[in-house]
């Protein structure tokens, strides 16, 4: 996908804000429990997993909403500038109830940061350093080249596991897998081919040699 000046918004990665949610209007959990009502609590925890990591793995600036570590509801008040402290409060039980998606969130914010890649300053860069991998439908995957490594980030949203065909054979570490993200090695793939778990997340690197 080439980078086209004449037909281009915007010109620089920072000059567009990922988000998916704000203060204002719902939170991202509110607005799960009302758009899958009939789905399990772990169901909803996986696609605001899966939301939050496009974010935090996508070009441009990302923006997290405070508490949104933690899933952070407002009771369904969707416009909640005048409402309570009670509905505005950082609900910090809730934090240490799910301490879990709070490391997850942690790792993928640490992955970022020691990844330059994930930062890309200029379209050309974008358009030098990217490259999309051919996927299903739901499925977003691509790889980010750097001169040491190269990172295969598959973002599945359908409610089945799907398997992607990597750019190449190899020894490839999982770093995300939907449950747990950073910097160490969770799992390793040997070959060209990965299953990705439902409505999940999954960032893997190898060498740039292979």
């Known amino acids: 996908m080439k980078y086209d000046e004449d037909i281009a918004t915007y010109q620089r990665p920072d000059q567009v804000i990922n988000y998916v949610e704000a203060h204002d209007n719902y939170t991202l959990w509110d607005k799960l429990l009302i758009t899958n009502p009939d789905a399990t609590e772990e169901k909803r925890k996986q696609m605001h997993k899966l939301a939050s990591a496009i974010v935090l793995l996508s070009q441009g600036i990302p923006m997290i909403h405070a508490g949104q570590e933690f899933m952070r509801t407002k009771d369904g008040d969707e416009n909640s500038y005048q409402s309570s402290d009670w509905i505005n409060r950082l609900d910090w039980k809730r934090r240490a109830e799910l301490d879990r998606e709070v490391e997850y969130m942690k790792g993928l914010i640490s992955l970022r940061k020691n990844h330059s890649v994930f930062r890309l300053s200029t379209p050309e860069e974008i358009d030098e350093h990217l490259q999309f991998i051919d996927a299903p439908p739901n499925v977003v995957a691509f790889t980010l080249k750097h001169k040491d490594y190269k990172m295969a980030v598959i973002h599945n949203a359908n409610w089945d596991a799907i398997t992607i065909t990597l750019p190449h054979e190899g020894n490839w570490s999982v770093l995300v897998d939907g449950q747990r993200a950073g910097l160490q ?26």
């Open 185 to 210: 090695e969770i799992d390793r793939i040997k070959g060209s081919q990965i299953t990705v778990a439902p409505l999940s997340s999954f960032v893997l690197k190898a060498n740039s040699n292979q």
